[in-house]
T-cell receptor, first 110, second 116 residues
Framework: QKEVEQNSGPLSVPEGAIASLNCTYS??????FFWYRQYSGKSPELIMF????GDKEDGRFTAQLNKASQYVSLLIRDSQPSDSATFLC??????????FGQGTELSVKP | NAGVMQNPRHLVRRRGQEARLRCSPM?????VYWYRQLPEEGLKFMVY????????ESGMPKERFSAEFPKEGPSILRIQQVVRGDSAAYFC??????????????FGAGTRLSVL
């Protein structure tokens, strides 16, 4: 079992719809969780981070964390074609290193 | 406010040559992480360094790879006797002095290594 798992996609949604990206992790002691966006050929860009159970909203983005289920998600409201990218879920391990999922490719169709 | 600076952006080497990748962290950041992204794969942790110290090298291949972060100057990831399987994007990230769960890692633009 991988430490961090994501559906590889591609996830295709129409413009204006809600995109839902999911991530599960195996280390129950994990404390902090990050979503990065990576455009093709570019570097990862931090979108959201979350530490506490529940929801955290920032503009069109909402991160949701459920530690009991070891599940973290990212919702993107009013999806735009410019959101088309690979979204990486990452879990911080003791000592600081990030463990990444494989990434979910999102495609927003005009 | 300069971000994490990596150079070169693209590096071409022939099999058997050495590759040196450089990373200057963001101003005020004293922690550097190196990650590798092989084609069609996710980001994999390689090494975590502080000034003059290797803190965690659990992701580094056992041979040919080394990393340093000297007191002065950038962090260097060195790959000796490169092979075609080393072709990948190498990303450096930095974070502030505090490495608690609340600390954020910011990524540089990466170095794309191609081995011919």
């Amino acid at each position: 079992q991988k430490e961090v798992e994501q559906n590889s996609g591609p996830l295709s949604v129409p413009e204006g719809a809600i995109a839902s990206l999911n991530c599960t992790y195996s280390d129950r002691g994990s404390q902090s969780f990050f979503w990065y966006r990576q455009y093709s050929g570019k570097s990862p860009e931090l979108i959201m981070f979350i530490y506490s159970n529940g929801d955290k909203e920032d503009g069109r983005f909402t991160a949701q964390l459920n530690k009991a289920s070891q599940y973290v998600s990212l919702l993107i409201r009013d999806s735009q074609p410019s959101d088309s990218a690979t979204f990486l879920c990452a879990v911080k391990k003791q000592g600081g290193k990030l463990i990444f999922g494989q990434g979910t490719e999102l495609s927003v169709k005009p | 406010n300069a971000g994490v600076m990596q150079n070169p952006r693209h590096l071409v080497r022939r099999r058997g040559q050495e590759a040196r990748l450089r990373c200057s962290p963001m101003k005020g950041h004293s922690h550097v992480y190196w990650y590798r992204q092989l084609p069609e794969e996710g980001l994999k942790f390689m090494v975590y360094l502080q000034k003059e110290n290797i803190i965690d090298e659990s992701g580094m291949p056992k041979e040919r790879f080394s990393a340093e972060f000297p007191k002065e100057g950038p962090s260097i990831l060195r790959i000796q006797q490169v092979v075609r399987g080393d072709s990948a994007a190498y990303f450096c990230a930095s974070s502030p002095r505090d490495v608690s769960a609340l600390s954020i890692q910011y990524f540089g633009a990466g170095t794309r290594l191609s081995v011919l």
